[in-house]
């Protein structure tokens, strides 16, 4: 079963992401399946539009711990996310966790339903949003930032709203996408294309300065005592030990 099915109806592919049992976790086959769609999107003169979409009531739980992908794939996946040159729109109704923000931060536009839930769970075993840094911090406010990053509280779709993560939080969320998919469809290719350069090139600035040092610090993080004291915590759903 592909775990990323494919959709088009005028101008607009719809590519969802399939694996509701586990989440929509980034696994390396998600992710691998996930850019061959894209790419097949971005050479495709009759999209004009991509919808990122999921099964089940979680977007995207961040990465699959038992199949993880390779850091460098899914750094390339949110590049391609950003780079390509048709808009990508994120269609989210449910939770979103840790990597799954990597992919917001990616899209060039997002809309939430205010049932929507976020977190950067991260600092909660012992590791930091590192690579999906790089497509979300130019994007959020600082503050807003800060607290995310260092509480890993979850918050809803209004403060992912004020906070520049996502772009509209709305209760239908395909009544909320209707007039923006045909706004996109009456965009030119051409326009589309280099609208997207204008808009993103502090993001990709970002990737070409910082994606080694990142991936390389997030491998760091992940292999320390600390971090698998905070993985076994989260699969044991206890307490890790520096808990107090």
Same mark, same amino acid.
């Not at 495709?44 to 999921?54: E, K």
């Not at 996502?166 to 395909?174: G, Y």
């Not at 009456?186 to 910082?210: D, H, M, T």
């Given at each position: 079963m592909t775990?990323?099915?494919t959709a088009? $109806?005028?101008?607009?592919?719809t590519?969802?992401?399939?694996a509701?049992a586990?989440?929509?976790?980034?696994?390396?086959?998600l992710?691998?399946?996930?850019?061959g769609?894209?790419?097949?999107?971005?050479? !495709?003169?009759?999209?004009r539009?991509?919808?990122? #979409?999921?099964?089940?009531?979680?977007?995207?739980a961040?990465?699959d711990?038992k199949e993880?992908?390779n850091?460098y794939t899914?750094?390339?996946?949110?590049?391609?996310?950003?780079?390509?040159p048709k808009?990508?729109v994120?269609?989210?109704?449910?939770?979103?966790?840790?990597?799954?923000?990597?992919?917001?931060g990616s899209? !060039?536009i997002?809309?939430?339903?205010t049932?929507s839930d976020?977190?950067?769970?991260?600092?909660?075993?012992?590791?930091?949003?590192?690579?999906? #840094?790089?497509?979300?911090?130019?994007?959020?406010?600082?503050r807003?930032a800060?607290?995310?990053?260092?509480?890993?509280?979850?918050?809803g779709?209004?403060?992912?709203?004020? !906070?520049?993560?996502?772009?509209?939080?709305? !209760?239908d969320?395909?009544?909320?996408?209707?007039?923006?998919?045909d706004?996109?469809r009456?965009? #030119?290719?051409?326009g589309?294309?280099?609208s997207?350069?204008l808009l993103?090139?502090?993001?990709? $600035?970002?990737?070409?300065?910082?994606?080694?040092?990142?991936v390389?610090?997030?491998a760091?993080?992940f292999?320390?005592?600390?971090?698998?004291?905070?993985m076994?915590?989260?699969?044991?759903?206890?307490d890790?030990?520096w808990?107090?």
């Amino acid at each position: 079963m592909t775990l990323v099915a494919t959709a088009h $109806e005028r101008g607009i592919t719809t590519l969802t992401m399939n694996a509701p049992a586990k989440r929509n976790a980034l696994s390396a086959r998600l992710v691998g399946e996930l850019a061959g769609a894209l790419t097949n999107c971005a050479e !495709d003169p009759a999209v004009r539009a991509v919808v990122l #979409s999921h099964t089940g009531t979680t977007f995207c739980a961040g990465a699959d711990l038992k199949e993880p992908p390779n850091p460098y794939t899914f750094v390339a996946l949110m590049r391609q996310i950003v780079a390509h040159p048709k808009p990508v729109v994120a269609r989210v109704t449910g939770h979103v966790r840790a990597g799954g923000l990597g992919l917001l931060g990616s899209c !060039d536009i997002v809309i939430a339903s205010t049932g929507s839930d976020f977190a950067f769970t991260e600092v909660r075993i012992g590791v930091a949003p590192a690579v999906i #840094s790089m497509p979300l911090l130019p994007r959020m406010a600082p503050r807003a930032a800060a607290r995310h990053y260092l509480t890993g509280e979850t918050f809803g779709a209004e403060e992912a709203l004020a !906070d520049g993560l996502i772009t509209e939080a709305a !209760d239908d969320v395909d009544t909320a996408l209707a007039p923006l998919l045909d706004a996109l469809r009456r965009g #030119s290719p051409q326009g589309l294309a280099e609208s997207k350069k204008l808009l993103n090139a502090r993001v990709l $600035e970002a990737f070409e300065q910082y994606a080694e040092d990142l991936v390389q610090r997030s491998a760091s993080l992940f292999a320390t005592a600390e971090a698998r004291e905070g993985m076994a915590a989260f699969v044991e759903r206890r307490d890790a030990a520096w808990v107090r």
